[in-house]
């Protein structure tokens, strides 16, 4: 079994930065890929980035290309979040999840561990 566990979240003002991280505890090595997920309020989860642990891969959804970046320390599977020029429509709990094999996929039904979620609140 996998444990991840999410910190970092809080409140920020719109341009700010903002970086939330992931732990992972148990059977860290059975974990190929790791992403964050987002969900605002009223609405389903969405893709936000995820990161391969094999070649280190890192993908990002359009809607934070160049704002957030995904990282991580391959030894430990910790997986970063680094939010520079947030927005209001960031807003959201943020989730990290592992998947045990394959590519990093952007459908949430394909991980098999997920945390237990971080606000982020981004103030106007």
């Known amino acids: 079994q996998v444990q991840l566990v999410e910190s970092g979240g809080g409140l920020v003002q719109t341009g700010g930065s903002l970086r939330v991280s992931c732990v992972a505890s148990g059977r860290t090595g059975s974990i190929y890929s790791t992403a964050w997920f987002r969900q605002k309020s009223g609405q389903e989860r969405e893709f936000v980035a995820a990161?391969?642990?094999?070649?280190?891969?890192?993908f990002h959804a359009a809607s934070v290309r160049g704002r957030f970046t995904i990282s991580g320390e391959n030894d430990k599977r910790t997986a970063y979040l680094q939010m520079n020029n947030v927005k209001t429509e960031d807003t959201a709990v943020y989730y990290c999840?592992?998947?045990?094999?394959?590519?990093?996929?952007?459908?949430?039904?394909?991980?098999?561990?997920w945390g237990q979620g971080t606000q982020v609140t981004v103030s106007s």
């Open positions: 999840a592992a998947r045990g094999g394959g590519q990093p996929s952007r459908r949430p039904s394909e991980y098999n561990y």
């Open positions: 990161i391969s642990w094999s070649d280190g891969g890192v």
